[in-house]
């Protein structure tokens, strides 16, 4: 069936080097995605989208990469923090308002 | 801070009980949205509210309903619960009513345990 998931359960980093957070998608069929970001005890954070008519998009030392052909989405971190430890999460939203999270991956920043 | 308000922060009740969780928009904020998040499937979106009115809905059993007031704050019921509905339930809001290009600010969440 289609899913949104992640090809690294858990990922950890040296303070300052960068990251990158991946995610397969197998629905094409989507309007955008959106990556969150989740620290222990909260809620969801919205960190980016991005239009599925685009491939790249760049925010503040946070760039999302799609690649349509094989269904792939990722996440950079640039100079990664121990503030950024916690797990991400890629969404797809289709047109029906269909919104569904991949299980997410646990960023660990080693200072 | 989000800016967004859920109640209560915790819950415990009993199989076949009925709860009901509420959450409190930003300001300025018309769309409501609940999502379930539990260790076996992840963050589901169930519904989505936009001024008072059903937009969305996503995986939303029939045992769970929701509203939004007059006042824009919304309530979760779940009903006849199950011990596979303990979860933590996450309120967002957002400024408009669709999910394009419209930031969702979460909620703290409100940990619900059925024993």
């Known amino acids: 069936g289609e899913s949104v998931g992640l090809h690294l359960p858990t990922l950890s980093v040296q303070e300052g080097d960068n990251s990158i957070i991946n995610c397969a998608y197998s629905?094409?069929?989507?309007?955008?995605f959106i990556w969150y970001k989740q620290e222990s005890g909260k809620g969801p954070q919205f960190i980016i989208d991005?239009?599925?008519?685009?491939d790249k998009r760049q925010g503040q030392r946070v760039t999302v990469l799609l690649n349509k052909t094989v269904k792939h989405l990722s996440l950079q971190i640039a100079a990664t923090q121990p503030g950024d430890s916690a797990v991400y999460f890629c969404a797809e939203v289709k047109r029906a308002h269909d919104m569904r999270f991949g299980a997410g991956t646990r960023l660990t920043v080693k200072p | 801070d989000s800016g967004v308000t859920q109640t209560p922060k915790h819950l415990i009740t009993a199989t076949g009980q009925r709860v009901t969780l509420r959450c409190s928009p930003r300001?300025?904020?018309?769309?409501v949205y609940w999502y379930q998040q539990s260790l076996d499937q992840g963050l589901q979106f169930l519904i989505q509210?936009?001024?008072?009115?059903?937009?969305a809905k996503g995986n939303i059993l029939e045992r769970f309903s929701a509203q939004q007031f007059p006042d824009l704050h919304s309530e979760l019921n779940l009903s006849s619960l199950e011990l596979g509905d303990s979860a933590l339930y996450f309120c967002a809001s957002s400024r408009k009513g669709d999910l394009s290009y419209n930031e969702q600010f979460f909620g703290p969440g409100t940990r619900l345990t059925v024993l």
């Open positions: 509210y936009y001024n008072g009115e059903e937009r």
């Open positions: 991005i239009r599925s008519n685009m």
């Open positions: 300001s300025g904020d018309l769309s």
């Open positions: 629905n094409s069929a989507s309007d955008y």
